[in-house]
């Protein structure tokens, strides 16, 4: 079995504009681009779990979120990509050409790009897959314009979720911060922001205990952890904001991360600790995560991987 030159692990905005850009390049990408089943690497990534874009240049009616991902898909197979709807099982990146495994099948590469995202903590209530994109939110800068002037919720105390309930004021008339404890654990300035603004009001010691509606939210049922006291905020959104997950898993102990699980990248470049190995996209981005810098992150690791491959064969 020859080796191919490019393997994509996942199938985001990140690691299909990758596809697009090794497939331009002659280089036969193969994508592996997770299963349908699974949260954590399902083809197409987050995207694939939300309604309305409208953030995304070049589409200024908006597009649905797997809408775009089809587009995405389409493009790469165009030039030539291959894809396998399967999740990858185990890699090993000791070795060149790198071998990566979907269950009993290796599929060997001189250059691997990873691209498996990030997924956001959820509350683990039943109701969120049934109202995710339908008023429940895990991202203010992309959904917070859908809200102009209804009063919504902030779950979450850390810096994340007060910079998005201090960005969703802009748009709602009121935001109230619902909090499990009584003291936020985001940085004094965040905490100082929240606090000074006249919008955004704080439920502590409180969880969200279910959500109501069917087709949208119209409210969240919330529980005093101290008395155990019940009530339904009339919110008509409900933004998460407890903390994201990379799905770096299969690269423990392989590829360097940081703290947090993030996949450590050269500065100004996708390559990893790696020769030949790059990474893009919310796997290794928790400052942006946004469509459109995934997107010009696979880009450049298309690019990287491109050159790397040139330099390799000289």
């Not at 090993?92 to 790198?98: K, T």
């Not at 599929?107 to 109202?131: K, P, W, Y």
């Not at 979450?156 to 910079?163: C, I, R, T």
């Not at 309930?165 to 965040?190: C, E, G, N, P, Q």
């Amino acid at each position: 079995m020859s080796a191919r030159n490019v393997i994509i692990i996942g199938s985001g905005p990140a690691g299909l504009t990758a596809a697009i850009y090794t497939a331009r390049a002659n280089l036969a990408p193969l994508v592996i681009e997770g299963e349908p089943s699974s949260t954590s690497d399902q083809p197409g990534g987050q995207l694939m779990l939300t309604t309305d874009v409208e953030n995304f240049p070049g589409f200024p009616e908006g597009i649905m979120g797997p809408e775009l991902m089809t587009k995405f898909r389409e493009q790469a197979q165009r030039f030539g990509a291959e894809f396998i709807t399967e999740r990858v099982t185990a890699v090993d990146l000791s070795v060149r050409p790198f071998r990566v495994s979907v269950r009993d099948t290796v599929h060997e590469a001189d250059a691997v790009i990873v691209s498996t995202g990030a997924q956001s903590m959820m509350l683990g209530l039943e109701s969120e897959a049934r109202l995710l994109g339908h008023g429940l939110s895990t991202c203010a800068t992309c959904d917070g314009f859908f809200f102009r002037g209804q009063e919504i919720a902030v779950v979450g105390g850390g810096d994340s979720a007060m910079e998005e309930a201090t960005f969703l004021t802009r748009f709602a008339a009121k935001v109230t911060v619902i909090h499990r404890r009584d003291a936020l654990r985001a940085s004094k300035i965040m905490q100082d922001r929240a606090f000074n603004n006249p919008k955004i009001e704080f439920r502590w010691n409180t969880v969200v205990d279910d959500l109501v509606g069917t087709d949208r939210l119209e409210g969240a049922v919330v529980r005093d952890v101290l008395t155990g006291e019940t009530a339904t905020l009339p919110v008509t959104g409900l933004f998460v904001a407890i903390g994201h997950t990379p799905n770096t898993a299969l690269f423990a102990g392989v590829l360097d991360q940081d703290d947090e699980g993030y996949l450590v990248t050269h500065p100004g470049s996708s390559a990893t600790n790696i020769p030949g190995v790059f990474a893009c996209g919310d796997v290794q981005d928790h400052t942006y995560r946004q469509a459109v810098t995934a997107a010009g992150s696979g880009c450049m690791a298309a690019i990287d991987a491109e050159r790397w491959l040139e330099a390799k064969s000289d």
